[in-house]
Nanobody, 114 residues
Framework: VQLQACGGGLVQPGYSLRLSCVAS????????MAWYRQTPGKQRELVAA???????NYADSVKGRFTISRDNAKNTVYLQMNSLKPEDTAVYYC?????????WGQGTLVTVSS
């Protein structure tokens, strides 16, 4: 499975961005697609995850501001990020899990700064 993420960029505090990630290759219908983020010197952390069965979970720091969604027909997961804060600045990684395998996208940089 290959993951291609896009949508990062520079945005001012309070504004919005939407990230997209397309999975290609041998994608199974039962899976979990998620977004993680990482800043220098820190561990990669889960931002939001969406399971094919319908369950969704968010990091406490983004609840009420970020929304994860998916289009199973397109094997695509989205992350709508609203009310962005400087502390949301990070490299965001798309993650896909199916069976016993985990796959990562290349990362897309989100910078929130005035």
């Amino acid at each position: 499975v290959q993951l291609q993420a896009c949508g990062g960029g520079l945005v001012q505090p309070g504004y919005s961005l939407r990230l997209s990630c397309v999975a290609s290759g041998r994608v199974f219908s039962v899976n979990v697609m998620a977004w993680y983020r990482q800043t220098p010197g820190k561990q990669r952390e889960l931002v939001a995850a969406s399971a094919s069965g319908g369950s969704i979970n968010y990091a406490d720091s983004v609840k009420g501001r970020f929304t994860i969604s998916r289009d199973n027909a397109k094997n695509t997961v989205y992350l709508q990020m609203n009310s962005l804060k400087p502390e949301d600045t990070a490299v965001y990684y798309c993650n896909h899990r199916q069976l016993d395998s985990t796959y990562w996208g290349q990362g897309t940089l989100v910078t929130v700064s005035s």
